[in-house]
Structure formats: C-alpha cells, structure tokens
C-alpha cells in the first residue's frame, strides 16, 4: 500500500529525503524541520549518510537468500536486527561536565539482514551458552549446599566455607561458559559469518567507515524479528533480483 504524507508544510514534504526517510506517516516522523535552517541540516546530514553507504544496500533483507550464511545461503526465515555505526556526520556535542567533544557514532543506523533458521540457531547457541553455563553451575552449587546432610560437614570445617564454594562453582561455570563459547566460534565460524561486519553488502559497509555498535566480543550481538523494520532510512522493501541472490551465494563463496 502507498504511503501518504499529509503534512504539506514539512520543508521535505514530497522530497527525495522524505522518500530515503520512508516514514509510515508524517505523524510517526521524528526529523525536526519546523524551519528552513532545520531542514537543510537534515538534507545535509542525509546527503553525508547516503554517500557513505554503497549501492544496494536493500539487498541486506529484500531477497530471499540468507546474508549469514558462508557457501550456499540458506532460505531466510528471520531478520536479524543490529546497530551500525559512522563517526560522520562530525559535529560536536557538550558533555555532562559542558565540554565539547565529537561522539564516536555521527550516525547510528539500525540494519536489518536476511537470516536462515540454522543461522539464528547458532546466533542464539553463542548469545546464551556463557551465561546459561554459568547459572547452571550456581543453581547446582546452591541447591547441593541447601541439602543439609551436604551443608553442615562443610561448615564444620570452616563457617563461610559453603560459601566460598558457591563463588568458587560459579566462578568455574562462567569460565566453562566462555570456554564452550569459544569453541562453538571456531565450529561456527566455517558455516557462517559469526561478525555481521565480514557479510556481503556489509563488508562494503565497513570498508566505507562502518562498525557495529555494540558487539559480543568476537561475534556479533543481534536481535531476531519475523517481520522487517517498516520505517526509518535504508527500510524500504525495493524489490530484488533473484539473481541478486545469486550473486550474494557467489560471494559468500569467494570469500571461504
């Protein structure tokens, strides 16, 4: 369904940025253009975003094959959900303590990528198998130590040491957890693109100065949604080649 912008006095109503903004209504937009001066920042700042972002980019969640996927692409089922960053537009900001510094993101940019059923598996498999190890380990210690005919022989030794010992399980289920972690990467890391920043269309991304907001440390932190972003810059769903898909698969295997 076309989307109609009613609101004929916005400084963008019918504009080229109001298209790239791909707003669901002029009531659900937030870019400020009350004046002409607010306007032409807002045009300036898009003309700086798109030129720093490559051709294509609908390519991310438009078609029908997997992003993540390293060799042949999986069917995507999913959109996986991140943040990605650009320190332009430079422009400095006041601080709490009021002094002017320029942030490291100009820009933050929420991606949406095209992701299979395996893929989210793993993503998820890597998101929780640290802290799920880690609760596990402490659950186990607490319920061991609750038992009394367990708890009071130990305390007969040392009174806090029950204690020291609940620590001591979880400190081992946390560095079990990233130890499994750790693994699960280099098992992985053959069958998908484990960073989102080394996918194709996103690596172009990062070559043009783009980085993820806020990372896992060595793989990427996403969110999964069944439904695409409707709104905001870079959303709207243009449609895409199956030959397109063809050529992400072609690249995903180049880069093996």
């Known amino acids: ?16 940025y109001c298209a790239m903004l791909n707003m ?13 001066d607010k306007a032409d920042l807002v045009r300036a700042d898009l003309d700086v975003i798109r030129s720093n972002v490559p051709e294509g980019i609908e390519g991310l969640f438009a078609g029908d094959a997997c992003l993540l996927c390293r060799g042949e692409p999986g069917k995507k089922k999913w959109y996986a959900l991140t943040d990605v960053a650009h320190a332009e537009p430079r422009r400095k900001r006041a ?11 100009g820009t933050v940019l929420p991606v949406q ?28 210690a607490l ?3 609750s038992i009394r005919p367990l708890r009071e022989p130990v305390a007969a030794v040392a009174e806090a040491l029950p204690f020291f010992i609940f620590l001591a399980a979880t400190g081992l289920g946390v560095l079990l957890g990233k130890l499994f972690r750790g693994i699960l990467v280099k ?10 920043m080394e996918a194709p269309i996103l690596n172009a991304m990062a070559e043009k100065g783009w980085f993820e907001l806020n990372p896992n440390a060595g793989t990427s932190r996403l969110v999964f949604s069944k439904t695409p972003i409707r709104q905001g810059l870079f959303t709207a769903m243009t449609e895409v ?3 397109a898909d063809e050529e992400c698969g072609e690249a995903a295997r180049k880069s093996e």
Request: with cysteine; net charge positive.
């Open 24 to 36: 669901e209504s002029c009531r659900s937009c937030t870019v400020d253009c009350a004046t002409k």
């Open 143 to 145: 319920i061991l130590l």
């Open 241 to 243: 080649q199956p030959q």
């Open 95 to 105: 601080t709490i303590l009021g002094i002017s510094r320029e942030p490291r993101a």
């Open 187 to 196: 098992k992985y890391a053959p069958e998908m693109y484990t960073q989102v």
């Open 113 to 140: 990528i095209a992701c299979c059923d395996a893929c989210r598996k793993r993503y998820l498999a890597l998101e929780y198998v640290s802290p799920v190890t880690g609760t596990a380990f402490a659950a186990v």
């Open 1 to 16: 369904m076309a989307r109609e912008y009613t609101n004929t006095s916005c400084q963008l109503h019918g504009s080229e």
